[in-house]
């Protein structure tokens, strides 16, 4: 923490005071302060005197001597024990009080009339004002020893002095006026009247309730002010004039009420000078709580997931925070966001032919792994310090389209149409992307890895949001950026298993090499098919899937009968053929039935509910919202009529956007949970300015995630769920809503 207040400090001192006492009277001007006295003793000599007021002192280490006279220089100063200080910005230093007197020695080859020398001093008062350096410049007339250089009219000395503004500054309780007061029952109402000349820095407001049994503080968020790049404080948000907003407040009692609200702010003169941070606390009394105001009340003890993760940022150590995430991404390599990177990975190590071997098969997948990662990293802090999913921008259509069509031509290659080394028209094509991992190269697996990281994997989870929500914050771009890489690698952990086994597991040459590298040519293709659903209606989709298993079956002998005598294995692939024919087969059947899903293409067959219209009110009805203006509106008129409400973000191109809607939000318990509850969605499909700004709204990273509102317009931030939920978990989340 010392550098830090070295830096700010220094930062303030350019335009001022650092500090603001509450002193009824305005601090003594520098000059006055530290009066200067110089005046020449010999030709050669100088002495410099100060006459310090009372209750002000100097540094000892802070008073400089500087020729300005050619052909003149200053000798070393010897300057006078002074008295020991331990200073909070400086540490141990020495200081002077009352008066102080330094010999000044001039060296010179030539004889001169006068000599001008720039003198720097600092110094505080106990008060707590410190000054900026004070400068005076002198000219000293030396033809005369008793000349009085004091900066007198008549004393031939010229003095350029550097001083604070002469008017004196408010003191911070009218600089800046704070109000609150009591709104309804669940409400309070804070302000900040901010006088011409001042500014108020968003980040240092905290509010908080002390001696109020019984009542809480719920989650608020301070309105978004002028940002400011401050050299002190980094990025920041400053507020002129005026500052108001609501707080929620939760209560176990619904009589009236005493409380005590304590709010903490800091601020800055625009012509330099800082305030120290202020505090003020105001007594309220809370009316009687009616009974939907009661039901409007929430725990806000608790802190959301990617809130514990931000402020564990803050204060693990480096050290503990990359192996904290390095588990995340661990975790999170066991969720469907990973799977996709598996056939990728399995088909860069088969395409090396039958030369590859253990360790080739780690070092191709640790290439493709720091690639991702590193691509992961970089783009992650560039979206953090600048806004924006940038991932989201590389789920454009013909994009997609795109890189489905290389994964088609690499699982061709894999099917022996052509060689695995590609055609000179092809190469050219693809040269930044895939072709060079056909042969097995570590650029090859690398180039792949990074652009798995863009296109396979785009969706937020909560240690992500987290990381960024940090960087967002705070501007510390490489412990923010060290945790993502962490994260990275750890997700990356079973692609490193499998290439560190690869050399054990798949074949080395003959027969078998080729229908290993058929299995994975069908699993790239599934690759594509799967890239495809984010942009093609999920009808053709589901019909993609059912020729990806339909056609391989027919490989797999599933319709030609078996000769007499066939092996085990004939048999095993026969039977596995047969499940792939009739599992394709389920699925057009459900297609035509208006099933959409593969994965329930009978879905509601038997029940009376063949429709697709049926099929779709299985699940949550949304009401979507297209802009910040629209989204306000509904908000308003749902808490006029005291309703809940679930407000979801969701995209095509995220897979866990697609789980919650498959398989969380269908559950009958969560529908019944959610009962009675306005259900509105953000749909981030397109990259397009009202989606950014839905987006900043509620500083969210990207899809999926939940915002819960308990009757107000008023985010309850403890309950935001970033990422996939399963049903049993999501209803403890809305359980601890009630």
Same mark, same amino acid.
């Given at each position: 923490?010392?550098?830090?207040?070295?830096?700010?400090?220094?930062?303030?001192?350019?335009?001022?005071?650092?500090?603001?006492?509450?002193?009824?009277?305005?601090?003594?001007?520098?000059?006055?302060?530290?009066?200067?006295?110089?005046?020449? /003793?010999?030709?050669?000599?100088?002495?410099?005197?100060?006459?310090?007021?009372?209750?002000?002192?100097?540094?000892?280490?802070?008073?400089? /001597? *500087?020729?300005?006279?050619?052909?003149?220089?200053?000798?070393?100063?010897?300057?006078?024990?002074?008295?020991?200080?331990?200073?909070? #910005?400086?540490?141990?230093?020495?200081?002077?009080?009352?008066?102080?007197?330094?010999?000044?020695?001039? /060296?010179?080859?030539?004889?001169?009339?006068?000599?001008?020398?720039?003198? #720097?001093?600092?110094?505080?008062?106990?008060?707590?004002?410190?000054?900026?350096?004070?400068?005076?410049?002198?000219?000293?007339?030396?033809?005369?020893?008793?000349?009085? @250089?004091?900066? =007198?009219?008549?004393?031939?000395?010229?003095?350029?002095?550097?001083?604070?503004?002469?008017?004196?500054?408010?003191?911070?309780?009218?600089?800046? /006026?704070?109000?609150?007061?009591?709104?309804?029952?669940?409400?309070?109402?804070?302000?900040?009247?901010?006088?011409?000349?001042?500014?108020?820095?968003?980040?240092?407001?905290?509010?908080?309730?002390?001696?109020?049994?019984? *009542?809480?503080?719920?989650?608020?968020?301070?309105?978004?002010?002028?940002?400011?790049?401050?050299?002190?404080?980094?990025?920041?948000?400053?507020?002129?004039?005026?500052?108001?907003?609501?707080?929620?407040?939760?209560? #176990?009692? +619904?009589?009236?009420?005493?409380?005590?609200?304590?709010?903490?702010?800091?601020?800055?003169?625009?012509?330099? *000078?800082?305030?120290?941070?202020?505090?003020?606390?105001?007594?309220?009394?809370?009316?009687?709580?009616? =009974?939907?105001?009661?039901?409007?009340?929430?725990?806000?003890?608790?802190?959301?997931?990617?809130?514990?993760?931000?402020? =564990?940022?803050?204060?693990?150590?480096?050290?503990?925070?990359?192996?904290?995430?390095?588990?995340?991404?661990?975790?999170?390599?066991?969720?469907?966001?990973?799977?996709?990177?598996?056939?990728?990975?399995?088909?860069?190590? *088969?395409?090396?032919?039958?030369?590859?071997?253990?360790?080739?098969?780690?070092?191709?997948?640790?290439?493709?792994?720091?690639?991702?990662?590193?691509?992961?990293?970089?783009?992650?802090?560039?979206?953090?310090?600048?806004?924006?999913?940038?991932?989201?921008?590389?789920?454009?259509?013909?994009?997609?389209?795109?890189?489905?069509?290389?994964?088609?031509?690499?699982?061709?290659?894999?099917?022996?149409?052509?060689?695995?080394?590609?055609?000179?028209?092809?190469?050219?094509?693809?040269?930044?992307?895939?072709?060079?991992?056909?042969?097995?190269?570590?650029?090859?697996?690398?180039?792949?890895?990074?652009?798995?990281?863009?296109?396979?994997?785009?969706?937020?989870?909560?240690?992500?949001?987290?990381?960024?929500?940090?960087?967002?914050?705070?501007?510390?771009?490489?412990?923010?950026?060290?945790?993502?890489? +962490?994260?990275?690698?750890?997700?990356?952990?079973?692609?490193?298993?499998?290439?560190?086994?690869?050399?054990?597991?798949?074949?080395?040459?003959?027969?078998?090499?080729?229908?290993?590298?058929?299995?994975?040519?069908?699993?790239?293709?599934?690759?594509?098919?799967?890239?495809?659903?984010?942009?093609?209606?999920? @009808?053709?989709?589901?019909? $993609?899937? +059912?020729?990806?298993?339909?056609?391989?079956?027919?490989?797999?002998?599933?319709?030609?009968?078996?000769?007499?005598?066939?092996?085990?294995?004939?048999?095993?692939?026969?039977?596995?053929?047969?499940?792939? !024919?009739?599992?394709?087969?389920?699925?057009?059947?459900?297609?035509?039935?208006?099933?959409?899903?593969?994965?329930?293409?009978?879905?509601?067959?038997? @029940?009376?509910?063949?429709?697709?219209?049926?099929?779709?009110?299985?699940?949550?009805?949304?009401?979507?919202?297209?802009?910040?203006?629209? $989204?306000?509106?509904?908000?308003?008129?749902?808490?006029?009529?005291?309703?809940?409400?679930?407000?979801?973000?969701?995209?095509?191109? %995220?897979?866990? %956007?697609?789980?919650?809607?498959?398989?969380?939000?269908?559950? @009958?318990?969560?529908?019944?949970? !959610?009962?009675?509850?306005?259900?509105?969605?953000?749909?981030?499909?397109?990259?397009?300015?009202?989606?950014?700004?839905?987006?900043?709204?509620?500083?969210?990273?990207?899809?999926?995630?939940?915002?819960?509102?308990?009757?107000?317009?008023?985010?309850?931030?403890?309950?935001?769920?970033?990422?996939?939920?399963?049903?049993?978990?999501?209803?403890?989340?809305?359980?601890?809503?009630?």
């Amino acid at each position: 923490m010392l550098h830090m207040k070295i830096i700010l400090f220094c930062f303030l001192s350019l335009f001022g005071f650092t500090n603001f006492v509450y002193a009824e009277d305005a601090p003594l001007p520098g000059d006055q302060a530290f009066k200067l006295t110089v005046k020449a /003793v010999k030709s050669d000599q100088l002495e410099l005197s100060w006459d310090v007021v009372e209750g002000y002192y100097l540094y000892r280490d802070h008073i400089h /001597v *500087v020729s300005k006279t050619d052909d003149v220089q200053i000798s070393p100063l010897i300057l006078p024990e002074g008295k020991s200080k331990h200073d909070a #910005t400086f540490g141990d230093v020495i200081i002077y009080r009352n008066s102080l007197k330094v010999p000044v020695s001039l /060296v010179s080859t030539n004889k001169l009339p006068s000599v001008k020398v720039l003198v #720097t001093y600092r110094g505080c008062a106990d008060r707590g004002i410190c000054y900026p350096p004070q400068k005076q410049l002198v000219d000293v007339d030396l033809s005369s020893f008793s000349t009085d @250089a004091s900066g =007198s009219s008549n004393s031939g000395l010229t003095n350029v002095l550097t001083k604070a503004p002469s008017d004196d500054l408010l003191p911070p309780e009218q600089a800046f /006026v704070f109000n609150s007061s009591v709104k309804d029952a669940s409400t309070l109402h804070v302000s900040w009247k901010i006088a011409k000349g001042y500014y108020l820095y968003r980040e240092k407001i905290a509010l908080s309730l002390n001696n109020s049994d019984g *009542v809480q503080l719920g989650s608020y968020t301070i309105p978004h002010g002028t940002p400011k790049e401050d050299d002190a404080f980094g990025k920041v948000e400053i507020f002129h004039d005026e500052l108001t907003f609501d707080l929620p407040i939760t209560r #176990t009692n +619904a009589q009236v009420q005493n409380i005590n609200l304590e709010a903490k702010y800091q601020g800055c003169a625009e012509r330099g *000078v800082c305030y120290p941070l202020m505090t003020n606390s105001n007594a309220l009394v809370l009316p009687v709580a009616d =009974s939907k105001a009661a039901s409007a009340t929430v725990d806000s003890s608790k802190v959301s997931e990617q809130d514990q993760i931000v402020n =564990s940022l803050k204060s693990d150590s480096f050290g503990a925070t990359l192996l904290t995430f390095y588990g995340f991404g661990v975790l999170i390599s066991l969720t469907p966001c990973i799977f996709p990177m598996i056939p990728i990975l399995s088909g860069i190590i *088969v395409g090396h032919g039958n030369k590859i071997s253990t360790l080739q098969g780690f070092l191709l997948s640790l290439s493709y792994v720091v690639a991702s990662a590193s691509t992961y990293t970089i783009f992650g802090v560039l979206a953090a310090l600048f806004g924006g999913n940038l991932q989201a921008t590389f789920q454009q259509p013909w994009i997609i389209a795109l890189f489905s069509s290389i994964f088609v031509l690499l699982s061709l290659s894999m099917f022996g149409f052509y060689d695995l080394e590609l055609p000179n028209s092809l190469k050219t094509k693809l040269s930044n992307s895939s072709s060079k991992h056909q042969d097995g190269s570590l650029w090859g697996a690398a180039i792949m890895g990074a652009l798995s990281s863009l296109i396979v994997g785009p969706c937020v989870a909560a240690p992500l949001a987290g990381a960024l929500i940090f960087i967002g914050q705070t501007g510390d771009a490489l412990l923010g950026g060290g945790a993502l890489f +962490a994260m990275g690698m750890g997700m990356g952990m079973p692609l490193l298993l499998l290439g560190l086994s690869a050399g054990k597991l798949l074949p080395k040459a003959g027969g078998w090499l080729n229908s290993t590298k058929a299995i994975f040519g069908v699993l790239m293709l599934g690759v594509a098919v799967w890239m495809l659903s984010r942009i093609l209606p999920g @009808a053709v989709t589901a019909l $993609l899937w +059912a020729v990806l298993l339909i056609i391989p079956s027919v490989y797999l002998s599933a319709v030609d009968p078996l000769p007499n005598g066939s092996s085990g294995w004939a048999k095993l692939w026969k039977g596995l053929g047969l499940i792939m !024919l009739a599992y394709g087969l389920i699925i057009i059947l459900g297609v035509s039935l208006g099933n959409t899903n593969p994965l329930q293409p009978l879905k509601g067959v038997g @029940a009376g509910a063949t429709s697709a219209a049926t099929v779709a009110e299985e699940g949550l009805v949304f009401e979507r919202v297209a802009t910040v203006a629209e $989204l306000e509106e509904k908000l308003k008129q749902a808490s006029a009529n005291h309703k809940k409400i679930m407000l979801d973000y969701y995209a095509d191109w %995220c897979i866990s %956007c697609k789980e919650m809607e498959a398989y969380t939000f269908t559950d @009958a318990k969560v529908k019944a949970a !959610l009962k009675g509850y306005v259900l509105l969605q953000v749909d981030l499909t397109d990259d397009t300015d009202e989606n950014k700004a839905l987006l900043k709204k509620y500083e969210l990273v990207g899809p999926p995630a939940t915002l819960f509102f308990n009757g107000s317009t008023e985010e309850i931030k403890a309950s935001r769920v970033i990422g996939y939920q399963e049903p049993e978990v999501f209803l403890k989340t809305l359980e601890a809503l009630k």
